[in-house]
């Protein structure tokens, strides 16, 4: 390409020397650039917007799981009295909840526990242990 004609073309690309016509064409193009991105901006923030109140709304309908059925209970302790026939083992099928143990030997192990007794067999009577029951009923 010769200086002549690169002159030309740089006098064609320099904003000095468009009509009119030229610069309102162009002007209307970087305005319909612009409102272009405003659109597509828009439509990705609507676009996030709804997966975002579509998940929320879908956490909260997982959350409530409860059905209404559901009655809680609570866990108390009571004071129990040995007397000359009882054992441990009578003392805790009494009391026992299938539903808050896995066997009457891990409710038999907790009783134990909470009155640090050694020997399970050896129950003197007159003896007050604490035992672990649960109710339905909010004391």
Do not use: L, S, T
């Given at each position: 390409m010769s200086d002549a004609m690169r002159a030309a073309a740089s006098l064609y690309?320099?904003?000095?020397?468009f009509s009119r016509s030229e610069v309102r064409i162009r002007k209307?193009?970087?305005r319909r650039a612009r409102i272009f991105r405003r659109q597509v901006f828009l439509l990705f923030a609507v676009i996030a917007l709804l997966i975002f109140t579509s998940i929320l709304f879908a956490s909260t309908i997982k959350s409530q799981a409860q059905s209404d059925e559901f009655v809680p209970s609570?866990?108390?302790y009571k004071t129990v009295t040995v007397h000359t026939e009882d054992n441990i083992w009578s003392i805790?099928?009494?009391n026992y909840s299938s539903d808050h143990y896995d066997g009457m030997q891990s409710y038999i192990t907790e009783i134990c526990s909470i009155n640090n007794i050694n020997d399970p067999d050896k129950l003197n009577a007159g003896e007050?242990?604490?035992i672990p029951y649960y109710s339905e009923e909010f004391k």
């Open positions: 690309n320099d904003p000095r020397y209307n193009k970087i609570f866990k108390y805790a099928q009494a007050n242990i604490v």
